[in-house]
């Protein structure tokens, strides 16, 4: 069973303050793992789908890599409107549908 | 394009009455998934069409619970009869084909007292 595991529930940062969010991944054969944004009553929105180790994707403030057993996000120089839920998912080689982790909770304080 | 567009936005019901919630998927996207967030759980997969077929509804809890996708652009996700334990947010997503990126919806909170 493809499992996905987030690190830290919850990270509280101060403004300027770089830092990582962790999500190891256990999948029969890795399609894609993708990362998503959750602001609070919304629904996730894609910010990136990795495909293979050493892979890297970056977008304003976030880099996200990924290798064989883990991925991470990397959040430079963070803003307080980087503040939402971060997830990640996983597809594995049968192509079903994705599998989520639980999120990192980021809060970024002025 | 107005993306995924979910009602209600908010449902407060009784424990035993019927719940039908509604999703209408991006014009053209072939593949629906329907998810339920709690902070337990995280995001779950209850149901996903491919084409309106249903495809898998191995996550659907129970029998109370059944999905229907009649045409290309509305599917339908109803509780009967609904219980406390059922409250969470739900939430639809619609992709161009099953192995592409998710568009959510906005989501349904529901709560059963």
């Known amino acids: 069973e493809d499992q996905v595991t987030q690190s830290p529930e919850a990270l509280r940062l101060q403004e300027g303050e770089s830092s990582s969010l962790n999500c190891s991944y256990t999948?029969?054969?890795?399609?894609?793992l993708f990362w998503y944004r959750q602001d609070p009553g919304k629904g996730p929105e894609f910010l990136f789908t990795l495909y293979s180790a050493g892979e890297e994707k970056e977008k304003e403030r976030l880099k996200a890599t990924l290798t064989k057993k883990e991925s991470f996000l990397h959040i430079t120089a963070p803003k307080p409107e980087d503040s939402a839920t971060y997830l990640c998912a996983v597809r594995n080689s049968g192509n079903t549908p994705l599998v989520f982790g639980k999120g990192t909770r980021l809060s970024v304080i002025a | 394009d107005a993306g995924v567009i979910q009602s209600p936005r908010h449902e407060v019901t009784e424990m035993g009455q019927e719940v039908t919630l509604r999703c209408k998927p991006i014009?053209?996207?072939?593949?629906l998934f329907w998810y339920r967030q709690t902070m337990m759980r995280g995001l779950e997969l209850l149901i996903y069409?491919?084409?309106?077929?249903?495809?898998?509804d191995s996550g659907m809890p129970e029998d109370r619970f059944s999905a229907k996708m009649p045409n290309a652009s509305f599917s339908t996700l109803k509780i009967q009869p609904s219980e406390p334990r059922d409250s969470a947010v739900y939430f639809c997503a619609s992709s161009l084909r099953k192995d592409y990126g998710y568009t959510f919806g906005s989501g349904t909170r529901l709560t059963v007292v």
């Open positions: 999948v029969s054969g890795l399609r894609g």
């Open positions: 014009s053209g996207h072939n593949s």
């Open positions: 069409f491919n084409n309106n077929v249903p495809i898998d």
